[in-house]
């Protein structure tokens, strides 16, 4: 399994962008498929966006052009780029690798705060 560290995560204004990272551990990032998943407090665990190994993308309907996941296998990053965020309940965002056979890893989570 990889490790995962996620970071940009903070307080924004409503209308406002935020770009997520999730740096991966290791040299064979390039096989997983890549998530972002969102949390708010009392709620469950929800996907935001994905992104393959094959670089296939598949977005929530929530958030559907205002939102890109895209990956740098080179760096072993994926990032989530959040454009006109809503206002609402903090969320913590959750990076995740899956690859069949392995299974799932996740990073600690960053928080966004949506608020002005």
């Known amino acids: 399994q990889v490790q995962l560290v996620e970071s940009g995560g903070g307080l924004v204004q409503p209308g406002g962008s935020l770009r997520l990272s999730c740096a991966a551990s290791?040299?064979?990032?390039?096989?997983?498929?890549m998530a972002w998943y969102r949390q708010a407090p009392g709620k469950q665990r929800d996907l935001v966006a994905r992104i393959t190994a094959g670089g296939s993308i598949g977005y929530a309907e929530s958030v559907k052009g205002r939102f890109t996941i895209s990956r740098d296998n080179a760096k072993n990053t994926v990032y989530l780029q959040m454009n006109s965020l809503d206002p609402g309940a903090p969320a913590v965002y959750y990076c995740a690798a899956r690859r069949t056979g392995v299974g799932d890893s996740w990073g600690q989570g960053t928080q966004v705060t949506v608020s002005s």
């Open positions: 290791g040299n064979i990032f390039r096989f997983y498929a």
